[in-house]
């Protein structure tokens, strides 16, 4: 029997078969939770907003028509948790790099030269490289992440946003600039 | 290595892993390409996937979130349901109130009462000041 749709199960879950809408959870819940947790380094956090991200499918799946496919749609809702849950822990990169201490600043110079680190030199890093990423704009966040880390075109990364191609062109220009410049910030100690 | 080969090479890795030695090489011999690696890298060691799933579970406690959001909402609705009739008569009894008064000539007051007094009998008892001759059978009533 074949597999049923995205498309009927939305319609399912839209006339609260919650059935239809687990099976939609089980299938997308690992791409929801994969983008989520690229902005926040916590699993924890990246699960409560994954959570949300369905909550507001659960919410709205009445008013999808059907018309573009499921994950565009999706991802569209996704998108946006991820761009409201970053405003609201949005930080200047002057106080992370004030707050940077010497060893994980070490850390960050070596791994961003692409130095082989141990496994908790790496993790230290990764953190400190987490919290720089906060001072960015969220909106330039969303779409470095997902036209650079996800592989998203920029028609794709247009969808997703709610935006146009041409601004989204625009905004990741604009992001790419404001990343280097967090690049450049980062204190040389190698 | 020049800068277009270092590039390209530096567009088909996206993790943040070790460079080979070649690569760090170049960038460390030539600042805008040592510009570029640190921007890339930033991106992806601060945008790091340690888990490619949630943690087991995470259907179960979606839907207990998701009733728990529900129930509320049913019990409003039962509310909303048991109260809709009630704020529809209250809603209709307005509107014929108001109905009813811009129906009566609005002109001055001492006029409305002079029709009251001359064609309408009820209203003339009333006026006259004796409620007795309201309550007495309509026969009795002047006219």
């Not at chain 1, 907003?49 to 919410?59: G, L, N």
């Not at chain 2, 290595?1 to 993790?15: N, P, T, V």
Request: glycine share 8%.
């Amino acid at each position: 029997m074949d597999e049923p749709t995205d498309r009927d199960l939305a319609a399912k879950a839209a006339a609260g078969e919650t059935a239809a809408f687990d099976v939609l959870v089980e299938r997308w819940q690992g791409r929801v939770f994969r983008l989520v947790h690229r902005f926040f380094r916590n699993p924890a956090d990246a699960e409560d907003v994954a959570q949300d991200v369905f909550v507001k499918v659960w919410r709205a799946v009445g008013g999808y028509r059907g018309v573009a496919p499921f994950e565009h749609w999706l991802l569209r809702i996704a998108t946006h948790a991820c761009y409201d849950a970053l405003r609201q822990r949005r930080r200047r990169s002057e106080t992370v790099l004030a707050q940077l201490a010497e060893d994980p600043g070490r850390w960050l110079d070596a791994a961003l030269l692409g130095a082989s680190l141990e496994a908790a030199r790496a993790e230290d890093a990764r953190r400190v490289a987490a919290n720089l990423l906060e001072a960015l704009h969220p909106k330039d966040r969303v779409v470095l992440v997902l036209m650079d880390l996800e592989g998203m075109s920029t028609e794709d990364v247009a969808k997703a946003t709610g935006s146009t191609r041409g601004a989204v062109k625009i905004r990741a220009m604009r992001a790419r600039r404001a990343l280097r410049r967090l690049a450049e910030s980062v204190p040389r100690r190698t | 290595m020049d800068c277009r080969a270092f590039l390209e090479a530096l567009g088909r890795g996206r993790d943040a892993g070790p460079l080979p030695v070649e690569l760090r090489q170049h960038a460390e011999s030539c600042r805008s390409c040592g510009l570029e690696l640190r921007t890339r890298r930033l991106l992806a060691l601060g945008s790091h996937v340690s888990a490619e799933a949630p943690r087991a579970g995470f259907a179960g406690r979606l839907r207990a979130r998701l009733q728990a959001e529900v129930r509320p909402a049913e019990w409003y609705d039962a509310i909303g349901r048991m109260a809709r009739p009630a704020f529809g008569l209250a809603a209709a009894a307005a509107l014929l109130t108001v109905g009813l008064y811009s129906a009566v000539p609005s002109g001055a007051g001492p006029d409305d009462l002079t029709f009251l007094a001359e064609r309408d009998p009820v209203g003339s008892l009333l006026l006259s000041g004796s409620p007795i001759d309201v309550l007495a059978p309509a026969e009795r009533a002047p006219r």
